[in-house]
């Protein structure tokens, strides 16, 4: 449900904060709202693999549309098709890791095999399968859900 403008601001009026959570908040929406009532939505961004909660807005990163900047001591990759680095403000596959990575799914091991990259230096990286960007001031941004290249031009999901 939205509510018309009028009823908005007057909601608005008796808001400190706003947080978002559970999915990602599509950037247009994010702007509008702030628009709309001159407050910046908070944002956390997380998985279950991860114990739920990864990054959140801060002082120092709260800009409309980011996830915020990962918690002490979680790490971000952002990395392309072939799992190489990426720098900043450059789009690719999000991956996460910290120590409150899981260590696979139960039973399930070719499930933890498609979701837990293992780097050069032996680091284990949820692959979250989501496609994601990190500015210059280390503030995340999810983009969109991953789809490689190979099933863009085939037009399969």
């Known amino acids: ?4 403008d009028k009823e908005l601001k007057k909601v608005s009026q008796n808001l400190r904060h706003v947080i978002i959570g559970g999915e990602r908040c599509e950037i247009n929406a994010a702007e509008v709202f702030y628009n709309k009532t001159g407050i910046v939505q908070m944002t956390g961004f997380g998985a279950s ?3 739920t909660t990864f990054s959140i807005t801060h ?3 709260n800009k409309v549309g980011t996830a915020g900047i990962p918690l002490p001591f979680n790490n971000v990759k952002i990395v392309d098709e072939d799992f190489k680095d990426l720098t900043y403000n450059v789009p690719g596959r999000l991956l996460i890791t910290g120590p409150c990575l899981m260590n696979g799914y139960y039973h399930r091991n070719d499930l933890t095999e498609k979701a837990i990259y293992m780097d050069e230096k032996g680091v284990s ?3 979250t399968g989501d496609y994601a960007v990190m500015d210059a001031d280390g503030c995340l941004t999810v983009l969109d859900r991953y789809v490689p290249p190979v099933m863009l031009k085939t037009g399969e999901r």
Do not use: D, G
């Open 125 to 127: 990286w949820y692959n």
């Open 1 to 4: 449900m939205t509510l018309p």
């Open 59 to 61: 002082p120092n990163c």
């Open 49 to 51: 693999e991860v114990n």
